[in-house]
C-alpha cells in the first residue's frame, strides 16, 4: 500500500439517497464496507465528515440564525453523521471510535493528537466529529487541520466527481481533468478543491490532497493501491 495512514474526507450530503432522507443506510453501508477494505489493508484510517445533509452553518445565516450558532449547529450535524457510520462500521466488526472538537458525553471523547494516533495504533477507525472545535471553519478545514496533526500520509477527498477538472464536468462535456497539480497550480486556476483555509493548510504542512469519486466501487482501494484514480495535488 502506498499510504499507510490517510484521513478520508466526506462530505454530509454524499450520505443523502435519492429519496434525499438525511442518512441513507444503503449508502452508510457502502462506504463502511470501501472503509473496512482499507482496514483490512492494514492500513490506519481517520475520518471527517460534514454535515451538510442535516445542517450547514453558513446557508442558516441566510436563514435568520446567528453565524456562531450556525456554526454550532453544524458542528453537532457532524456528529451525528459521525455517530451513523461508527455503527456501519461496528456492524461489519470493524472498531470505530468518535472524537470531537465538541466532546459530548458520553458519545464522543475529546480529539487530541495522541488520543487519536494511540486508537489508530490499536486498529481503530477515528471518525474525528465537531470540525475544529470554532465557528468559522468548515469540514474542509478540519480534515486539513485533522490530517496534519496525525501526520497522515494523504487527505483523500471522496466526492461524486473522478478528480479536478478544468469546469464542473456535469456541466461541461469538453471539461478537462488534471491527473496531479501543484498547490500554486490549483490556486492561480482558481480551482473550488477546498476552502482557501483549508488549501492553506496542507500547502504550509506539505499534505497532499487526492480528489477521487468515493460513489465507485473500489476506488478506495485502488486509491491505496495507488493506481492512477483521481487528482494529486502537492
Request: charged share 25%; glycine share 10%.
Amino acid at each position: 500500500m502506498k499510504y499507510k495512514r490517510i484521513l478520508l474526507k466526506l462530505s454530509g450530503e454524499s450520505l443523502m439517497g435519492k429519496d434525499k432522507q438525511s442518512i441513507s443506510p444503503e449508502i452508510l453501508d457502502y462506504f463502511a464496507s470501501e472503509i473496512a477494505e482499507a482496514v483490512h489493508c492494514k492500513t490506519q484510517v481517520a475520518i471527517v465528515i460534514g454535515g451538510g445533509n442535516i445542517f450547514r452553518g453558513i446557508q442558516g445565516t441566510q436563514k435568520g440564525f446567528d453565524r456562531v450558532q450556525g456554526d454550532y449547529m453544524g458542528m453537532l450535524a457532524t456528529t451525528i453523521n459521525s455517530m451513523a457510520l461508527q455503527g456501519a462500521l461496528e456492524s461489519m466488526n470493524i472498531p470505530a471510535v468518535v472524537l470531537s472538537g465538541l466532546p459530548i458525553d458520553p458519545i464522543c471523547e475529546k480529539m487530541s493528537r495522541r488520543k487519536s494516533l494511540d486508537y489508530l495504533a490499536k486498529g481503530y477507525v477515528v471518525i474525528i466529529s465537531g470540525g475544529t472545535g470554532n465557528p468559522f471553519f468548515t469540514t474542509d478545514s478540519g480534515a486539513a487541520l485533522r490530517g496534519i496533526e496525525i501526520n497522515a500520509d494523504v487527505l483523500l477527498k471522496g466526492t461524486r466527481v473522478d478528480g479536478v477538472y478544468d469546469k464542473d464536468p456535469e456541466k461541461h462535456k469538453d471539461a478537462i481533468k488534471y491527473s496531479d497539480l501543484s498547490f500554486d497550480e490549483a490556486y492561480k486556476k482558481g480551482l473550488n478543491i477546498m476552502d482557501l483555509t483549508a488549501f492553506t493548510l496542507c500547502k504550509e504542512n506539505n499534505l497532499p490532497i487526492l480528489v477521487f469519486d468515493m460513489n465507485t466501487k473500489g476506488n478506495l482501494l485502488k486509491v491505496l493501491n495507488d493506481e492512477n484514480i483521481g487528482t494529486i495535488i502537492k
